[in-house]
Structures are given as structure tokens and as C-alpha cells.
């Protein structure tokens, strides 16, 4: 009894020995511009006493420890913070100043001319998703791009037509490297669609100017894409649509460490042109067959190999009236082989390096025959200009093998650098023969080096300078250019950026055959740009100007002295908060170009950049019907077409008539019709998709073409004014309906 | 006198470690009643701040990291400003591997918080993050249930997820009612491991509950 009343008094004791040695400890917490920062935990290391700093930012605790001790502050978005201080009974007033966290979430990011959207960053601007519900897309990710600013409404032409550049100045990337025919196989006046499904990606950057160091040989623009990693589940999946058949399949393993799959699908639009009249007359109707396989490896916890590859086999053959003839058709058959391959390889070396290793192998093949038909469809041999140039066997055979390196190592905060260098292989065979034979064969060793640093030297102000240094050895001329840019946080979400870079391009292959002799072309951007982005709105505004130098010119003779600029502002607003369950967007461009190139007799706006574009992307899910409807209005005022013939006397083309277009006009409208949401025990997934391009039957004229003696003029339009799409997709053994739900929350 | 000496030595010893262990009771007791009224005036920020606190100090126990995160994530959901969420909810997953790396192995009721985790992620914008954040909720949810058949909290976030999901989509009130239901039944069931284990949920079941009326 005794004994537990002492045991009772000590334990007494004990305690208020700490009572009495109570230290009172508070001040007001505050950042680097002074203002009160709320919310974060004060304490002693190692015990439990401390506080909570409040709105007005101070804190008041006491503690029961004494002598020398650790003060610990820590707080979201600020670094923390250490002090040694005195505990001895009497009252601590401490006021102290936080530094603020360098956070890819706070920190400025350099987006002076590029779109990023990937649907691992949280803050996105258009993601596979928006791909396939862009109304006027048709899910092909160059059209849905179409519908940003800086792009041309340009229908008769693949290829993205940015800022006053040609289709062939804008290049696509795959997992870092270049892709070599990312559109199916031109045709005359009809712009064909990219080989790759949005499915494939689950990031899209897209760059109108001053793109990264990292890529080159693009004048106005890249177009970056970055594969899914794993697939979320194994499934089986199946369309059926008015334009073909497919079927694909995919497995996962249990420790979601390895997939692989493949899918195949053949389209062919004989039905469908049974039933909706084209202008031209098919007597091959377009087919293509596509097949692709994959596999992914997660080859160690930060590591991971994947793989993809695609054959394609496709064939076409169109009969069109011959401008010069009105007895005469002319005849056109394409058949295309195309095989891709890509293999790249990222792992995490330690906490500061990373390597990032991409391949990939592309092998196209087009054989194209141009015959002079007469009204019964039999081949005619014309042995005098126009004709005898019109009729033409081409066969062109391409090959292009890279490999690309990149390690970046990071340091404290933010800042990092990434370098490395690419090796590409092309390999052209191609033979033409209209009244002669000709045959070339043209290989280049193309081989680039890279350096690029990411700056912050605040949280507020960053940089992102870069270079590049490349060779080709069918030029043998080296280039070395600058890519700079820079941007500042004003206020809590907005910021302005400015760029600058130099670009160089190759000239096409066609050219070169020509003209071995020929150089680089180039162009020098300056961009200037402020953003504002939340969660649910984005609103962009950015200025250009851009500098072409050393075009190619075709007439007189093959040369470098073409040039010309382009200027312009664009804007884009995204808003997916004003109107409830409906996100839109809107892209405005302003564009002023003028370049002297090919074979224009003097610097001319080109046929293919209108003044003013806009458009406007509308998506709507409706709960109670399933349904989500999307529709998309893209307007651009007339372009400039030129009827221009060669003069032999002064050795030039001359104009002999100029005027516009009318202006575009294209109303989109999509359904997709989703039976299956809600339904627990589905393990089938249903989506319908409906689609409808240019609602309203407007007249779509691109450009005009003219007949040998400059007489007849000819509107340059689409096959037919508009293109339905009906399909039905299944995906099997995965409930996909959590999913669509959250999606929709 | 040797002997009593050693027996006041280890005493002191076995009183120290005591002390401890009550202190810590005593700490973790009242804050963790603080929580069922944290709704009110948003004290969850504070609170997880204090059981951080208790985290640090102890090195060993996983469960202030648990109600750390528990409270972070709370203060997540009450967040008016979208634009501040991603970065609380990531504070939170860092105190809940915290937690899952002292616990061991990973159990019920950290696999109900790294749900909570990834829906308060969707939540900044469903319509974009469904891919990525709607089947890690659902996910853990379903590795919850597996762990611990008898936890009512995985069955909660069930029925909340219904509860929010129009019925166009299969979900509502009234799909939601009878999940509702079946957590209530499980909470009084629903034996904790420990006095300080989680007991969280009746009273927003009950809630939710009376709301689907």
C-alpha cells in the first residue's frame, strides 16, 4: 500500500517536474513577399507539442521540452525549415520567413508555343479522349489538332499547314523519334488521314514553334506523341462500321509488369461510296488493311521497354475528268505498303540521372500509275505536252532507321539538363518514267547532337535554353542552332513566355534529286505568350513572327534563295466550368504570310494560308440519354489561288490570273450512344458512334486548278461535300463502367 | 539492498516505457475524437498536422501516419479551390506510405484511404482524370474488401460512390440506400484491432442514410 502511494507520488512528481518547465513558443509564419502562410504544422523534433499556423499565419504552443532543441516547420508548397533553439521557461517569440517549394505544380512551365497535353499531367489541353470526341476528327489526331490555333483549314493537302508553313514543314514524333510517312500515301487533291489510332497515345504535345532541342528538321512545327505504357486491363475488342471491320486484342499479367497485343483491321468504302455519290469515279475503291502488334515490359520498377509495330497494305484507284481534254479522263491507282517499328527503352538510373533509349525502322512503298484514259477507259498514248507528261509509273521506295540517346540528370529544385544525340538512315530508291526513265537512289546520314537545360531561378522565372548541332551527309553541311526560351509567373496562375529559335530543314527528296547541291532551308521564330490556367479553363494568347530564309526555288534554276515571314496572333479559351456537363473550345488565328518559293515569280501569300481561322469545339454527355454529343464549327476566311505558266522568255512562271476562295465553312456534328453504362454485371462494353461532317452541305472549295493553256479553271473540292460514319465498338471482359461513371461525375 | 535497488531501477524502467505508451494513448485518444467533429469547422488541416507530429515522434507506429493521411485527405474533399487539391491529396499519399511502410504489409484500412486519395485527385476534373484516378479508387476499394471482409468503411465508400453516380449510370439513392444499409449493419459488427484502430464512418453513413429517404 505504502509502496504504491510513493510509486503515486513519484509518477506525481514526474509529471510536474515537466509541468513547471513549460515553454510557450509562438510568431507568425510568412513567405518571401511577406504574406501570412496558413495551415502549416510548427513542432519540436522529436516531440509531440506544436501548432497549426492560422489564416493570419501566426501559431502559439507550448512545450514541455527544454534546453536545446530542434524547431521543425513544415508546410504544402514550402521547403522546410530547421532552427536549434532554447527551451528554458521563458516565452519565444519567433517570426519566420518560409521559401517557397520548387514544384512542377507552382512553377512556371515554358510553354511558349506548344499545346502540351498528356493525360498523365494534371492540367491538360486535349487529350486522346478529345481526339475521338472532336466532332469534325473522325478520330484521326492531325484533325482534332486542326481545331488548335495556328493550324489552316487546308482539306486538299495532308499534313499540318502551321503559321503560314507547308504541310511538309511539320513533322511528327513517336516516342521521341521521327516518323517518316505519318500519313497514308498522298492523293492528288484528297488529304489523307495519319496511320495511328489517338488509342495509342496517352500523350500529345503539340508545338506551332519553337519546339524543343531535342527535335529538328521541321520548320514550323512538331507534333509529339508519347505511347501508353501498361494497358488498364486484358480485353478483347471488336468494331464493325460503315467503312470496315476490326478486331483487336490485348493481355495484361496479374502483376501488371508485361502486355502484349495486336489488332487488325481492314476498312474498304465500297459500300459506302454505294451509297453517298463521290465526285471522282473509283474504279479501284480505297482499301486498306492494318495490322499491328505490341508488347510493353516494366523492366524494373522505374524501367520500361516497349514496343510497337504496324504493316500496312492499302490500294486506291480514282478517274477524274482531264482539265485539258474534255474527251480524256485521267486515271489514277496507288498501292502503298508501309511497315513501322518502334522500340524505346527509359529507365531510372539513380535519383539524379535518367536514360532514354528510342529506335525505330519505317519502309514505305508506293507505286503509283497516272494513265491518260479515253471516255471508254482505255489507256491513250498522247505524244505531246500536256499528256505525254501526264502519264507516269512511280515507284518510290523509302527506308528510315534511327536511333536516339537522352540522359538527363536533375538537380535541386527544378532544374535540369538533358543531352544527346540521334542517328538517322534514309534510304530512297524511286523510279519514274513519263517519257524517260529515271531512276535515283539517295541515301543520308543524318546525325544530330543535343543539349538542352531547364533554368528556374526563382519559382517564378524560368529558362529553357538549348542547342542543337546537326549533319547530313547527302548536304555534307553542318548546322548549329539556338533554342531559347523563357517564362515569368505573373500573379497566382498566370504567365507570360517569350521564345526564340532557329529551325532547319532538309529540302524534300524530290528536290534533292534534282539538285544534289542544294542547302538547308530556315526559319527563326519569336514567340510571345501568356497563359492562364486552371483546372477547368485555359485562356492562351500568343504572338508570332516568323523568318524563312534559303527556300527552295525551282525556276529558273534549283536554288536556295527563296524566303519569307509569317506574323500573327492567336488565341484559345477552354472552359469546362461555365455550363454544366459541357466543355467547349474556342481557337482564333490571325495569320499574315507571304514567302517566295517553288516556282512563285515574286513573295505571294501561298494557296494554302487563309487570314483569318477559326473554330469551335463543343462536347455535351447527357446522363439520362447515355449520350454524349459533340459538335465542332471551323470557319477561314478565303485562301489565294494563282494560275501561273512558265514563260521561256524571261525563264519564269508569270501570273496570269489571281483571286480567293470563298470563305470555309465546315459544321460537324457526333453521337456516341453508350448502352451499356450502369450495367453492373455487363462484361461487355458497348459504344455507338454517329457522325456527320459538314451538317449543312456547304460548299467546300479549296483552291482552283488550270488547264495546260491557262483557259479552263477547275474548283478544287472534297469527293463528296460530306462524310457520315456509323460504327459500333465492343470491348469484352472488362466492365469498363466505373470508368465512364467517373468520368461523368 | 542490491535487490531492491535493481527491482526501483527496473520499476523505473517499466514506469518510463509506461509513461510512454500512456502519453501516446493519451495524444492519439484525443485527437482522434477531435476528427468526428473536424467536418464543422475544417480542423482536419490541424489535426493531421498533430498526428504528423505524434508520427515523427514515435518512429514506430503506423497509425498517426494513417490518421494523418485519413485528416489530409478530408481536408482534400473540403478544399474549395480546385486548384490547391492535387497537391494536399499528394501530401496525403506520402503519409499513407509512411504509414503502410512501418505497418509492414499493406491492410484494410490504408487501402480505404488510398482510395480516398485517388478520388479526391478525380475530383479536380472527372472528366479527364477518369482513366487514370477512377480504377485506382475503385481498385482499392475492391483490395480493401479483400483484406477485411467485416470492415464497413470500404463498403461506405461504395455506397457514396453510388450515392454521386447519376442512375442513368446504374447508380442514385436508391441503389445506394440498401449499400448504405449494409455498412450500417457492419459498423456495430466491426471489432477494431486496438483502441486506437479506425472506428470512423457511422455517423456519415447514418447521414447519407437519412438522405436517401
Known sequence: ?745 | MKKTVLFFAFGLLALSGFAQSAKYDAAMQAQIAKLATAHTDNSYPALANSFERIGDAEKTQWLPYYYAAYATVMGAFMEKDPSKVDAVADKAETLINKAESLAGSPNSELYVVKSMIATAHLQVDPQSRWQQYGQVSAENIAKAKQADPTNPRPVYLEAQSSFFTPEAFGGGKKVAKPIFEKALAMFPAFKPAGALYPTWGKEATEYFLSQCQ
Not at chain 1, 501566426?58 to 530542434?70: A, I, M, P, S
Not at chain 1, 539517295?442 to 533554368?455: G, L, M, P, Q, Y
Open chain 1, 1 to 745: 500500500m505504502i509502496r504504491l502511494r510513493l510509486l503515486l507520488l513519484l509518477l506525481v512528481s514526474l509529471l510536474s517536474l515537466h509541468l513547471g518547465a513549460q515553454t510557450r513558443v509562438s510568431g507568425i509564419l510568412t513567405n518571401k513577399a511577406g504574406k501570412p502562410v496558413p495551415g502549416a504544422s510548427i513542432g519540436m523534433k522529436g516531440s509531440y507539442d506544436g501548432a497549426t499556423s492560422d489564416s493570419t499565419g501566426r501559431y502559439l504552443f507550448d512545450t514541455e521540452e527544454k534546453g536545446n532543441q530542434v524547431l521543425t516547420v513544415s508546410c504544402i508548397g514550402y521547403q522546410p525549415f530547421e532552427k536549434s533553439i532554447e527551451l528554458s521557461g521563458s516565452s519565444l517569440v519567433l517570426n519566420i520567413s518560409l521559401r517557397e517549394l520548387a514544384s512542377e505544380l507552382k512553377a512556371v512551365v515554358v510553354t511558349a508555343g506548344s499545346f502540351e497535353a498528356s493525360d498523365t499531367k494534371r492540367t491538360t489541353v486535349l487529350n486522346s479522349i478529345d481526339v475521338v470526341t472532336t466532332a469534325s476528327a473522325n478520330a484521326d489526331i492531325t484533325a482534332a489538332i486542326k481545331t488548335l490555333p495556328g493550324t489552316q483549314q487546308v482539306g486538299e493537302k495532308e499534313g499540318l499547314f502551321i503559321r503560314g508553313g507547308s504541310g511538309e514543314e511539320a513533322k511528327v514524333f513517336i516516342d521521341g523519334t521521327l516518323v517518316n510517312n505519318y500519313f497514308y500515301s498522298a492523293v492528288p487533291n484528297i488529304s489523307q488521314r495519319g496511320r495511328f489510332s489517338p488509342f495509342l497515345f496517352k500523350g500529345t504535345v503539340f508545338s506551332s514553334g519553337g519546339y524543343s532541342a531535342l527535335y529538328g528538321q521541321a520548320l514550323s512545327g512538331a507534333l509529339i506523341l508519347e505511347t501508353i505504357d501498361m494497358p488498364e486491363q486484358s480485353q478483347a475488342s471488336l468494331g464493325v462500321s460503315s467503312v470496315g471491320l476490326s478486331a483487336g486484342y490485348q493481355q495484361l499479367n496479374k502483376k501488371k509488369t508485361f502486355s502484349w497485343g495486336g489488332s487488325y483491321s481492314y476498312t474498304n468504302l465500297l459500300p459506302y461510296f454505294a451509297l453517298v455519290k463521290q465526285r471522282v469515279d473509283y474504279f479501284k475503291v480505297p482499301a486498306y488493311q492494318d495490322a499491328d502488334a505490341n508488347f510493353r515490359w516494366k523492366t524494373s520498377k522505374t524501367g520500361m521497354l516497349k514496343f510497337y509495330g504496324t504493316f500496312q497494305a492499302n490500294r486506291l484507284g480514282l478517274r477524274s475528268a482531264d482539265i485539258d481534254s474534255a474527251a480524256l479522263k485521267d486515271a489514277f491507282a496507288l498501292k502503298n505498303h508501309n511497315i513501322y517499328g518502334n522500340l524505346s527503352w527509359r529507365e531510372k538510373l539513380n535519383d539524379d540521372w535518367r536514360l532514354f533509349i528510342g529506335s525505330s525502322f519505317s519502309t514505305n512503298r508506293d507505286d503509283i500509275n497516272n494513265e491518260i484514259q479515253n471516255q471508254q477507259n482505255q489507256p491513250q498514248h498522247i505524244a505531246v505536252l500536256p499528256w505525254k507528261v501526264k502519264a507516269f509509273n512511280a515507284l518510290s521506295k523509302g527506308s528510315l532507321s534511327q536511333v536516339k540517346t537522352v540522359l538527363e540528370r536533375k538537380f535541386a529544385g527544378l532544374t535540369s539538363i538533358r543531352f544527346g544525340a540521334e542517328y538517322l538512315y534514309y534510304h530512297d530508291d524511286i523510279t519514274y518514267n513519263d517519257t524517260l526513265l529515271r531512276h535515283n537512289i539517295i541515301n543520308d546520314h543524318f546525325k544530330a547532337a543535343f543539349a538542352e537545360a531547364d533554368i528556374y531561378v526563382t519559382n517564378n522565372l524560368a529558362a529553357k535554353i538549348g542547342t542543337r548541332l546537326e549533319h547530313s551527309s547527302l548536304l555534307n553541311k553542318a548546322n548549329w542552332v539556338p533554342r531559347v526560351s523563357l517564362a515569368y509567373r505573373l500573379g497566382k496562375l498566370g504567365q507570360a513566355s517569350l521564345a526564340y529559335g532557329i529551325f532547319y530543314q532538309k529540302p524534300e527528296k524530290t528536290q534533292l534529286i534534282i539538285d544534289p547541291n542544294l542547302n538547308y532551308t530556315r526559319a527563326s521564330h519569336f514567340i510571345a505568350n501568356f497563359q492562364k490556367v486552371t483546372a477547368t479553363r485555359t485562356l492562351r494568347l500568343e504572338a508570332f513572327y516568323k523568318k524563312y530564309e534559303d527556300l527552295v526555288k525551282t525556276y529558273p534554276t534549283m536554288n536556295n534563295n527563296g524566303y519569307g515571314y509569317a506574323k500573327g496572333v492567336e488565341l484559345f479559351w477552354r472552359d469546362k466550368k461555365t455550363v454544366k456537363n459541357v466543355d467547349y473550345w474556342i481557337s482564333y488565328s490571325f495569320l499574315d504570310t507571304k514567302r517566295d518559293y517553288l516556282n512563285y515569280p515574286y513573295a505571294l501569300t501561298p494557296n494554302f494560308a487563309a487570314t483569318h481561322t477559326a473554330s469551335l469545339v463543343v462536347k455535351r454527355f447527357i446522363t439520362n440519354w447515355k449520350t454524349q454529343i459533340n459538335g465542332s464549327y471551323s470557319f477561314a476566311t478565303g485562301r489565294p489561288y494563282y494560275g501561273m505558266r512558265y514563260d521561256a522568255g524571261s525563264a519564269k512562271y508569270e501570273m496570269f490570273d489571281q483571286g480567293r476562295t470563298p470563305s470555309f465553312n465546315n459544321l460537324s456534328i457526333s453521337v456516341n450512344y453508350l448502352p451499356t453504362i450502369g450495367k453492373k454485371d455487363s462484361k461487355t462494353f458497348v459504344v455507338w458512334v454517329l457522325s456527320v461532317n459538314n451538317v449543312l452541305n456547304q460548299k467546300q472549295l479549296y483552291n482552283y486548278s488550270y488547264s495546260y493553256n491557262g483557259l479552263i479553271k477547275q474548283p478544287v473540292q472534297p469527293p463528296a461535300n460530306q462524310f457520315f460514319f456509323i460504327g459500333c465498338f465492343l470491348s469484352f471482359g472488362v466492365d469498363r463502367t466505373q470508368d465512364v461513371i467517373n468520368s461523368n461525375l
